[in-house]
């Protein structure tokens, strides 16, 4: 977002005129953007075999999905019907990777029906998948490196007392299992976590899935996951790609040297690719002043975007409507029925009534976490993408309330 010629824009867009068009609340995409992310990703890890699998949840628009597809990338599902999105938009079976947890053997079944890699997070799973199918269908892995990623416990998901991947201390009953059944293992993955910063945590990661991969003897890639940090406060840094690229680059390659394979590097980010890349745009309803601060509410609040009340995650506001002239200090909230807090303590331009608000870094796990909560709407998603903007989402309407409801005369 830049402010050029009187008003805050993107690729030359006024996003107030956006907001005329569309409405608010309303979710707007920079595409550009996310095709950058990608490229900065594929040139950080052009010495070696990169496959980038976008994290299909933190933005799962089919537009979104086709733009990724367009820039070349692979995806991460984490749901059969994300599975099912994916292939919808044209991917490949063999371009998505299938990541669940906690879902039963039918869903792996349908999965494996569709052809996609299997990335199996627990022994009971595996023991199943032996049973059914031995080693006819090529399955990856997930250990659990028991590292803790990140600044955020909410968001750190490779410790000890994760629910996600089979504990790398279980590593001898995997081989136990792989070998009664003949299992055709291919691939072995970690996910530590979200807001990685250093490469070195990634480097630990890569250390203990390179130990673990020294054992497996048909291995094709290593997958280390997502967790790039972006920026979301002013002054915040953002994980030093060219620096993980190297490092990791460096390390993968000696690994693959010692193996006797070159084999292929996985990542799957979600927020690197679309956080920044998106804007929550919402219209202030009320100044409220009350003895501890003033309140400014917008029309949207947690069902928009719930990252704020959920992992009391930091995301800048501005005040589209003023460029210039005071600043105050606020606490926008949303309008729905509970704390609500967007942003607390922030200074922005003189807010007033019916002024447009940019909410940042809504692009990963904004709308895609988005619900009906207190029966409200959910919003519109525009997407620019060469100066030209596209409704990609149409704003809910009270039809959509009432969908799937049954209205029993009783
Ligand atoms: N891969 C898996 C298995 C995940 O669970 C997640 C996020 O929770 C990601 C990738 C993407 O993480 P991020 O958006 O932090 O890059």
Request: proline share 3%.
């Amino acid at each position: 977002m830049e402010l050029t010629d009187h008003a805050y824009r993107i690729q030359g867009l006024a996003l107030t005129e956006l907001a005329q068009k569309y409405g608010t609340p309303l979710y707007v995409y920079d595409g550009e953007k996310i095709v950058q992310q990608v490229e900065t990703l594929k040139q950080a890890f052009s010495g070696v075999k990169l496959k980038i699998k976008y994290a299909t949840k933190a933005l799962s628009n089919v537009n979104i999905l086709k733009l990724m597809k367009r820039a070349g990338t692979g995806v991460d599902a984490v749901s059969i019907e994300e599975v099912m999105l994916c292939l919808h938009v044209g991917f490949e079976p063999t371009e998505i990777m299938y990541t669940p947890n906690c879902v039963s053997f039918t869903e792996i079944q349908e999965a494996v029906g569709l052809g996609v890699m299997i990335n199996i997070d627990n022994i009971p799973m595996l023991e199943h998948f032996g049973t059914t199918y031995g080693g006819s269908v090529p399955i990856c892995i997930r250990l659990n490196p028991h590292i803790l990623a990140g600044g955020n416990a909410k968001i750190s998901v490779g410790h000890i007392d994760s629910k996600f991947g089979i504990s790398i201390l279980q590593l001898k009953h995997v081989h136990k299992v792989v070998e009664a059944y003949g299992l055709h293992v291919v691939g072995l993955h970690v996910h530590t976590g979200s807001d990685i910063l250093d490469a070195e945590v990634f480097l630990k990661g890569a250390e203990i899935l390179f130990e673990a991969a020294a054992e497996f003897s048909d291995l094709n890639f290593l997958d280390f996951g997502g967790g790039f940090k972006v920026a979301y406060k002013p002054g915040d840094i953002s994980t030093d790609m060219k620096d993980v690229g190297f490092k990791v680059s460096q390390a993968f390659q000696d690994f693959c040297a010692s193996y006797g394979k070159e084999l292929e590097i996985w990542f799957e980010p979600g927020k690197f690719l679309v956080s920044e890349c998106g804007l929550l745009l919402v219209k202030a309803n009320v100044i409220k002043p009350t003895p501890a601060t003033t309140f400014v509410g917008v029309d949207s609040g947690l069902n928009h975007l719930i990252r704020p009340m959920m992992y009391d995650a930091y995301h800048g506001v501005v005040n589209l409507s003023r460029l210039t002239g005071p600043e105050r200090v606020y606490t926008i909230v949303g309008y729905i029925c509970e704390t609500d807090t967007i942003a607390a303590d922030r200074k922005l331009r003189e807010v007033q009534e019916g002024d447009l608000l940019a909410i940042k870094n809504a692009g990963a796990y904004g709308f895609s976490m988005s619900s009906n909560y207190n029966s409200r709407l959910r919003p519109a998603e525009v997407m620019l993408l060469g100066g030209m903007d596209y409704l990609i989402r149409e704003r809910e309407t009270f039809e959509d309330i009432l969908r799937h409801q049954v209205d029993v005369a009783f």
